[in-house]
């Protein structure tokens, strides 16, 4: 049965249930078969409110039922609704003020993060064996934490963030004939469609009180099944780099940064540019570079903001802004820890 939460004590935890197997080989065939049972539950409404009575679930001001969850300091920012069922768990994570906020996750379950809605004025998201990244940006995002992994993410908000966590037991993921046991790759801030659309549905049956848990099985055996097709697809397509990013490619991303310089670059953006994940194209662009991406962009800002300190008629402010830095503050810092000296010192040396 599934498993709502009604316990505020975040002692008293459900637990992701390990007692109920079920298939974990999935072929093409039973896919499309869990679609077609997917779209029967859709259409027969009248059948469906037999099972569940709509209600909304009780709001989470700590850790909630799910053991293990995503670590949320200050818990009192945000509300939390959770769903659990065998092998997998559903949380909503709602935000409540604009004060920042800070989430932590390494355990030995896969995290899938979905956020619906955000935007930060500053904040930065670090998922081990990735380079962080400073995107302001992350409505309609994905990212995926294989167990094990360190997972730690910082919003100073400009709006009201909305992010949906689902677990999911590694033992129980589906396994697909031929593609052996490969471990999941982690990837940050990536757009896919198919598992937006699922991970969507299965978010809103949590808001809506939904306890039907065959469809509710069924939708997360979808979405399991997509994350690791995703996985397979990437490592048929994308080997690991080992020498870097090959000389067109180095051309295509430092000219890109080049026009980009001003603005938010995506790291899909410049995965996607040189037909690489943004797994692989982290660790292709630090061998290539030196350093990570979001740091070559910062380099390549401060190298811009020095030929302008060399006109007199902009002023530091009006070059915070031309170089892509919302405030002359950050600008100033993050000009002195590049150079060791502030904007303004910098163009008197000039003389």
């Given at each position: 049965?599934?498993?709502?939460?009604?316990?505020?004590?975040?002692?008293?935890?459900?637990?992701?249930?390990?007692?109920?197997?079920?298939?974990?080989?999935?072929?093409?065939?039973?896919?499309?078969?869990?679609?077609?049972?997917?779209?029967?539950?859709?259409?027969?409404?009248?059948?469906?409110?037999?099972?569940?009575?709509?209600?909304?679930?009780?709001?989470?001001?700590?850790?909630?039922?799910?053991?293990?969850?995503?670590?949320?300091?200050?818990?009192?920012?945000?509300?939390?609704?959770?769903?659990?069922?065998?092998?997998?768990?559903?949380?909503?994570?709602?935000?409540?003020?604009?004060?920042?906020?800070?989430?932590?996750?390494?355990?030995?379950?896969?995290?899938?993060?979905?956020y619906e809605e955000g935007?930060?004025?500053?904040?930065?998201?670090?998922?081990?064996?990735?380079?962080?990244?400073?995107?302001?940006?992350?409505?309609?995002?994905?990212?995926?934490?294989?167990?094990?992994?360190?997972?730690?993410?910082?919003?100073?908000?400009?709006?009201?963030?909305?992010?949906?966590?689902?677990?999911?037991?590694?033992?129980?993921?589906?396994?697909?004939?031929?593609?052996?046991?490969?471990?999941?790759?982690?990837?940050?801030?990536?757009?896919?469609?198919?598992?937006?659309?699922?991970?969507?549905?299965?978010?809103?049956?949590?808001?809506?009180?939904?306890?039907?848990?065959?469809?509710?099985?069924?939708?997360?055996?979808?979405?399991?099944?997509?994350?690791?097709?995703?996985?397979?697809?990437?490592?048929?397509?994308?080997?690991?780099?080992?020498?870097?990013?090959?000389?067109?490619?180095?051309?295509?991303?430092?000219?890109?940064?080049?026009?980009?310089?001003?603005?938010?670059?995506?790291?899909?953006?410049?995965?996607?540019?040189?037909?690489?994940?943004?797994?692989?194209?982290?660790r292709a662009f630090k061998?290539?570079?030196?350093?990570?991406?979001?740091?070559?962009?910062?380099?390549?800002?401060?190298?811009?903001?020095?030929?302008?300190?060399?006109?007199?008629?902009?002023s530091v402010t009006e070059?915070?802004?031309?170089?892509?830095?919302?405030?002359?503050?950050?600008?100033?810092?993050?000009?002195?820890?590049?150079?060791?000296?502030?904007?303004?010192?910098?163009?008197?040396?000039?003389?």
């Amino acid at each position: 049965m599934l498993n709502y939460s009604l316990r505020t004590n975040s002692a008293l935890r459900s637990r992701l249930d390990n007692s109920v197997s079920f298939d974990r080989r999935v072929s093409a065939g039973s896919r499309t078969a869990t679609s077609r049972f997917i779209d029967q539950y859709s259409r027969l409404d009248e059948e469906r409110s037999r099972h569940f009575s709509p209600s909304l679930l009780p709001d989470f001001p700590a850790r909630g039922s799910i053991d293990p969850a995503v670590d949320i300091f200050p818990s009192d920012a945000v509300k939390r609704r959770a769903l659990a069922w065998d092998g997998m768990a559903i949380e909503v994570v709602q935000a409540l003020t604009h004060e920042t906020v800070e989430f932590r996750f390494r355990a030995s379950r896969h995290l899938l993060v979905a956020y619906e809605e955000g935007i930060r004025n500053n904040g930065e998201t670090l998922i081990e064996g990735l380079s962080g990244s400073t995107l302001r940006d992350v409505k309609r995002k994905l990212a995926f934490v294989p167990a094990g992994h360190e997972y730690r993410d910082r919003h100073e908000p400009r709006t009201r963030s909305r992010i949906v966590f689902f677990y999911f037991d590694p033992a129980k993921m589906p396994v697909i004939p031929g593609a052996g046991q490969a471990a999941l790759a982690p990837s940050l801030f990536f757009e896919d469609a198919v598992l937006w659309e699922t991970a969507v549905k299965l978010a809103s049956l949590i808001e809506n009180g939904n306890d039907d848990q065959h469809y509710c099985e069924a939708l997360g055996v979808v979405l399991a099944h997509d994350l690791v097709h995703r996985n397979i697809r990437a490592r048929r397509t994308e080997p690991p780099a080992r020498g870097g990013l090959a000389a067109w490619q180095e051309r295509s991303v430092s000219a890109y940064i080049e026009e980009h310089v001003a603005g938010q670059i995506p790291l899909t953006a410049l995965a996607q540019l040189v037909r690489l994940s943004p797994y692989h194209f982290c660790r292709a662009f630090k061998q290539s570079f030196g350093m990570p991406p979001h740091r070559y962009h910062n380099a390549r800002r401060i190298e811009y903001a020095k030929t302008l300190l060399a006109q007199p008629t902009c002023s530091v402010t009006e070059i915070a802004l031309k170089v892509g830095f919302s405030e002359t503050s950050s600008f100033t810092a993050s000009f002195r820890k590049a150079t060791g000296s502030t904007p303004t010192a910098y163009r008197r040396s000039l003389g």
